[in-house]
């Protein structure tokens, strides 16, 4: 194996979870309730397969990206994913990956987790980047807004 297959095969291999790892310590620093929003989302975009890990980085790199900017905006979640966290969720997954089936029970269970991180959000109050930190690099509203519900 070459010197430039093997940092190939290794970039494969190791590139995705150092994205991963980053992802997930960027959706850790939101404030709580818009990390379980992300989560809740997250949980549910797993359903859908992208083609490859790169496009599964970048999807849910880019869902970090538009919670952190929204939060640093002080922009409500109802905002963010509109009134059907659901249609959000496949719109913005239709960005990554074609097809995937979600099971019914995902589909409620991502609507029940946003109602009560909204409701934890407005008891809070911890809609804006006060906690956040405002990391974000301005690429979501550009990959998601556009089809999921336009909150660039």
């Known amino acids: 194996m070459s010197e430039d ?3 190939g095969f290794l970039a494969k291999v190791i590139g995705p979870k150092k994205r991963w790892r980053a992802y997930k310590a960027r959706v850790k620093e939101l404030p709580e309730s818009r990390r379980a929003a992300v989560e809740a989302i997250e949980r549910y975009l797993m ?15 880019d869902l970090a990206d538009l919670f952190e900017q929204a939060a640093a905006d002080g922009t ?19 960005n990554y990956a074609e097809g995937g089936y979600v099971p019914a029970r995902a589909k409620k269970q991502l609507t029940e987790a946003l ?3 909204e409701e934890a959000e407005v008891t ?12 974000a ?3 979501a509203g550009g990959t998601a ?5 336009g909150t660039a």
């Open 145 to 149: 807004g556009g089809t999921a519900g």
């Open 47 to 61: 359903h859908f397969v992208p083609t490859d890990g790169d496009s599964n980085a970048s999807m849910f790199e």
């Open 124 to 135: 809070a109050g911890d809609t804006a980047g006060d906690t956040a930190g405002g990391t």
């Open 76 to 94: 409500p979640m109802r905002e963010i994913v509109g009134e059907d966290p659901v249609e959000f969720a496949d719109a913005f997954a239709q």
């Open 5 to 7: 297959e093997q940092s």
């Open 137 to 139: 690099g301005g690429t």
């Open 115 to 117: 109602a009560r991180a």
